[in-house]
């Protein structure tokens, strides 16, 4: 199974999962003499199986991304750096916005704003991270379509 694969798995067993929570909620509890719609022993069991499962698949994808790459670096590491990339071009751009926005002045009297950083200056740094962030990110789906998960 290649890492891909096992993400897109990992995904769907944690949707269940929260699927088997929601239905276990609703069935928690019944009106005297009632029966709940479905029988919690079993859902208790299936969650059990989907955890199982769960954590076993976890643990391969976790391996997997320690695993040495050809250049000696791990897939872990690559996605710590985009995972602080995407963060700080987040931050980045919430600042831009701060310091671009326009004051209206209604008379010559009133106080100026300036930005406190040249604008233009670091809109090009974020639009230089932005590219390394969707190049980065296309180097681990690339590698997710091509490392196999340890059996």
């Given at each position: 199974m290649k890492l891909a694969e096992a993400l897109t798995l990992r995904a769907d067993l944690q949707k269940r999962a929260a699927q088997l929570q929601t239905r276990l909620n609703n069935n928690a509890r019944v009106q005297e003499r009632e029966q709940p719609a479905e029988d919690p022993r079993g859902l208790l069991a299936e969650?059990?199986?989907?955890?199982?499962?769960?954590?076993?698949?976890?643990?391969?994808?976790?391996?997997?991304?320690?695993?040495?790459?050809?250049?000696?670096?791990?897939?872990?590491?690559?996605?710590?750096?985009r995972d602080?990339?995407?963060?700080?071009?987040s931050i980045l751009r919430g600042f831009l916005d701060s310091a671009s926005a326009l004051t209206q002045r209604a008379t010559r009297k009133e106080i100026k704003i300036h930005s406190t950083i040249p604008v233009p200056e670091l809109q090009k740094q974020v639009d230089h991270l932005s590219r390394e962030l969707r190049e980065l990110d296309t180097k681990i789906q690339g590698l997710n379509w091509t490392i196999d998960l340890l059996e």
């Amino acid at each position: 199974m290649k890492l891909a694969e096992a993400l897109t798995l990992r995904a769907d067993l944690q949707k269940r999962a929260a699927q088997l929570q929601t239905r276990l909620n609703n069935n928690a509890r019944v009106q005297e003499r009632e029966q709940p719609a479905e029988d919690p022993r079993g859902l208790l069991a299936e969650l059990d199986q989907v955890m199982a499962q769960l954590e076993d698949l976890i643990t391969r994808v976790n391996l997997a991304n320690s695993a040495a790459l050809p250049d000696g670096g791990t897939i872990t590491a690559l996605l710590a750096r985009r995972d602080c990339l995407s963060q700080k071009v987040s931050i980045l751009r919430g600042f831009l916005d701060s310091a671009s926005a326009l004051t209206q002045r209604a008379t010559r009297k009133e106080i100026k704003i300036h930005s406190t950083i040249p604008v233009p200056e670091l809109q090009k740094q974020v639009d230089h991270l932005s590219r390394e962030l969707r190049e980065l990110d296309t180097k681990i789906q690339g590698l997710n379509w091509t490392i196999d998960l340890l059996e």
